[in-house]
Structures are given as structure tokens and as C-alpha cells.
């Protein structure tokens, strides 16, 4: 394909993605898949997953139904470092060809498989399995009355509970599954497309006569009837040398809805009402009390500069009050100069990942459909913003009269990526040490330090050159030689309990929309709102920069010229309260019993804790450099 038709194909698929809201789409190579009649339909299955621990497992860690070789699917990073391990598997369906009483296998389970299936129960394991790209789904109606349908992925491997009117607890296995393979016809061609992929698991204690073979008529099921199985008076129960017969039945049923928009079903959920009502609530407090900060400042600031501008008489020069009397102290490099310009780089690498990150996602490139896409255009899109964080230390460096610029180039490199480095490692031996498919191989673990030390360290060290070849940034007014002393300040200007209440506004943009995405991660829920994620990205950016301003500002005029820091620290703060949200969804939402899983939810959440901690203070750290500069090249210094 030529570039300019790639363009035009390029341009034409972004339009429509606008269009259509990022909702109903394929992107260029993503074509649909047409299936004849009578055409083999091959089921993969995928990872083994939990909400009460958090460690997934590959579908063959628990003694099912094996084929004949186990062929694994090519998988991108995001897929690897999410645990997903995608393989082939012994169910195969022909299409629009119904079965009924198909027999996988029989196992004879040992006390060490019964001890599996057992402990998987308990922790409640799903099976996830893929038909054409879509997940396996179980349609779940939310009580007797409501028609609406919330589709829980994957099956649980199993139940636990009394039967036969004894008090023991015993465990059950679903080894029947009744599969469903939704399927749009074309009127032209007569060929058809999958449109949805859903099961319904049963336990079924199944009975034959004569020996065993895979030809064996199951008297426990009549292969002529519509549906196999509906209910189950004799469930199979997982003991040792228990004999287990897995079986399943597919049946095929036409639908309406087009390939497109297959996904739609599995991305609305009975909760969208309450997600947009309390986003627009969010949305509208969140501007309407920046709307007043705005304001406020604004008149402040015209009424302040203007006073000052019109003074007339030497006695009113020397008169000087407020933020103006620090003039000769505001631009003083602050303690520690060197590690604000490594944190300000790397904010800004954050941030560039961040934007674009959510442009992509909002014009529908990081559908569920490519899985494991979010987290790899995260990954590449912060190596290849290091450049920005280079050049961002750099120039800020110069600024503070910094002369040894490869130092601060290699401290942006290291510093931050190096202490999520330690953490993620230490997460991933205790996943190792749980024999989870959640723990990333040596060979992806050596793709990770490629694109570190290969990519993201030169590409740092290029932008931090060609920062410090810059001309430094002049400060819009000269620093004296002797720092003025800073008068004792009143409480509320405590440097701590102002750092505190900054942090409240970020947070509450926020807070909402986060309690959806922890929903997504731990208890493994669609999220696809990139469109309301994205607005809320804006009000945390618009949110940071302002509170940041008003509480400088306030500083300056307390005669306090100590802004560097605090400004970073102020919007940073936010972070703190995302970790005790985590917390607090932790102990109300979540039934995590291990401490291993314990141990993982606080390690990724302090991960991402951290991370918006740079995020947020770079935001307020930037608004309040732009407005010092601003305020003191308005007025007249003598």
C-alpha cells in the first residue's frame, strides 16, 4: 500500500472513530471474519481468574481436557505482563452445526487433582475462553423481575455447598457446558460472523453402560433433545478417584446485532446510568468551583498589579506590601534544586503519556478487542517521552545555574523508572513464588530492560542535551545576594496543612471515575468510557494548576517565598489521597483473604499512587512557575 492512500485510509478511519464515539468500528488489518456453514470454529482458552486472589493461572494448571499438543497464540506485552496465556484448546465447534452431548474426556482425579479443583473453588476461579476475538460471557439477569442482562466473564470452575439433605459442605465441579454462538448472516453472501460467544455451566454426574470409550452413550443426557442438560438432581462431586466425564453442547442463534458492534452488549451495563449521573454531578461541582477560584484570581490580580503600578511618590515605592516585597527572593533556587528538576522531567513525561494515551484511547484504537493494548501503548509511549523529560531537567537545571547537565540526564533515567523497577520486581518474585501465569518470563522481563536502558536512558540523555545547548530562562526580576527572612506565618499557612488541602480538589475530580476503574482492574469488569475518562483527565489538569496558583499566591502575600517545593508538593498531595482510597475500597469492596494478594493490590496501587503523585505535582508545579513568572513581569520593580 502506497503512503498517500495509507494517509487517506488513515484519515478516513479516524473520522469515522469520531463518528461513532469509538464504540462501533474495526481499524485498518482488524477485518471481520466470515464463517460458511459446516466451517471449523476453533475455542481458545485463557488464563484462570479470581477476585478474591488476584493470581491468575493457565487453563491447563488445574487437570482439564487436553488436545493433542498445546499451541500457544501470540501474545503482545500487555498480554504477557496481564498473566494472559492464550492456548488451544479440545473444544471445536462447526458452524451453525448444533451438538449435543459432545464427550471431551474422562479423568480419574488423584488426591492431588481433587486438591486443585478444591482449592480453586474456594477461591472462586473463573475459565476464560475466546471464539473469534470474544471473550466467553455468562448472561446474569440482576432478580426476577428486570429483563436486563449483566454478563459476568467467564464460568466459575465450580460450587460449593450441602446436597442430599447432609450438613457436610461438598464440592462440585462444572463439567457440562452448554455454549451459545451468536452469529449475524449476510443476505448476499449467506455467510455468517460471530457476534457473541456465552455459556451456561452445569455439574452433571454422568451414567453409561458397558465400558468407557469416546463413542459411549451417555444415559444421564439424551443427545436428541434441544437442550442437554437444565437442571442437575445429581451433581459431580471433586473427591479423590472420582471419575469425571466433561461434556458440552453448542447451539447457534441468529442475531441482529452486526459485527461491528458486537461488543456494545459486553461494554453497558446496568451501572451506566449511575456512571453518567455521578460524572456530569462531578463535572459540574468540580468547573463550577474553578469557575470561582478563576474569578477571584483574576480580580485580585488586576487589582493588585494595577495598586501597584500607579504608585506615584517615593514614599509609596518603598511602601511595598504583599507578594511584591519578596520580589528579590521569589526566583532564589530552592533546597534540593536538583531532585525538583529531575521530578519536573519526569512529571512531563507522564503527562505526555497520559495525553496521548487518552487520545488514542478515545478515538477507539485501544478497544478490548486488542488485548493488551492499553498497557503496551502506555509502556512504548513513556519510553519514547523521555526525550521531553530530558529536555524538561535540563532546561530547568540551566536555570538553577546548573553546569553538569549529564548528571541531571542520568538521574531523570534512573531515578523513577528505577524505584518502580524495585517494587514491580519484588511483586513479581511473590507471583513467581505462587506459581501464577501472572509472573513475567525472563525473556519479557529482558524486553523491559531493553526498552530502558536501549530506548528510553538515550533518548532521555538527547533531549537533556539538547536542553542544556538551550539559552537559560531569565527570571523576570534580579535575586538578591542575601535571602530575606521569612516572618513567622499563621496557622493555616503551615506549610504541611496547606500541602494537605491542596490535595483535597485534585482528588475529588477524580474520585469518582477512579472507584469505575478500580472496579475494572480487581474485580475484572469492562471499562471502555475513554471519552469521560478523557473530560475528567482535563478537570484534574485544569483542577491542579488552579488550587496550586491560589495557595501560591496566598504564600507570597504571607511573605513566604519558598514556592518551589510547596507548589509540587501542593496538587502532588492528591496521590495521598488516592492510596487511602485504595485503601478504603481494599477493606469495603474487595474479599481478599491471602496476604500474598494483599501484598499485590498495595504494591500496584502505591505504583500507581506514585505515579500520579508526579503527574499531579509536575501540573501544579508548571501553573505556579508560569504565573510567578507572569505576576513579577507585570509590575514595576525599582
Known sequence: MDVPMRST?????????LIHGGHSFYLPGVAPQDFDKGDLLMVKVNKLTSIKTQLPYSYYSLPYCRPNSIVDSAENLGEVLRGDRIENSPFVFNMREPQMCNIVCRKILDAESAREFKEKIDDEYRVNMILDNLPLVMPIRRGDQDTTLVYQLGYYVGLKGKYAGTNEEKYFIHNHLAFTVKFHRDQLTQTARIVGFEVEPFSVKHDYEGEFSEKTRLTSCDPHARRLVTSSNNPQEVEDKQEIIFTYDVSFEESEVKWASRWDAYLLTSDDQIHWFSIVNSLMIVLFLSGMVAMIMLRTLYRDISKYNELETLEEAQEETGWKLVHGDVFRPPANSDLLCVYAGTGVQCFGM????????????????????LMTAMLFLWVFMGIFAGYASARLYKM???????????????????????????????????????????TTMFALIFLWFGISVPLVFVGSYVGSRKHAIDDPVKTNKIPRQIPEQAWYMNPVFSILIGGILPFGAVFIELFFILTSIWL?????????????????????????????????????????????????????????YAAFYFFTKLEITKPVSGMLYFGYMLIASYVFFVLTGTIGFYACFWFTRLIYSSVKID
Request: glycine share 6%; charged share 10%.
Open 9 to 17: 485510509l488513515l484519515f478516513s478511519t479516524l473520522l469515522v472513530l
Open 524 to 580: 475484572h469488569q469492562f471499562y471502555y468510557i475513554f471519552g469521560f475518562l478523557f473530560i475528567v483527565l482535563m478537570i484534574l489538569i485544569v483542577t491542579c494548576a488552579e488550587i496550586t496558583i491560589v495557595l501560591c499566591y496566598f504564600q507570597l502575600c504571607s511573605e513566604d517565598y519558598l514556592w518551589w517545593w510547596r507548589s509540587y508538593l501542593t496538587s502532588g498531595s492528591s496521590a495521598l489521597y488516592l492510596f487511602l
Open 400 to 442: 538553577f545555574k546548573g553546569t553538569e547537565w549529564k548528571r541531571i540526564a542520568l538521574r531523570t533515567a534512573f531515578l523513577f523508572p528505577g524505584t518502580i523497577a524495585v517494587v514491580f520486581f519484588i511483586l513479581n518474585a511473590l507471583i513467581w513464588g505462587e506459581k501464577s501465569s501472572g509472573a513475567v518470563p525472563f
Open 354 to 373: 497520559m495525553v496521548v494515551t487518552m487520545m488514542f484511547a478515545v478515538l477507539g484504537f485501544l478497544s478490548p478487542s486488542n488485548r493488551g493494548g
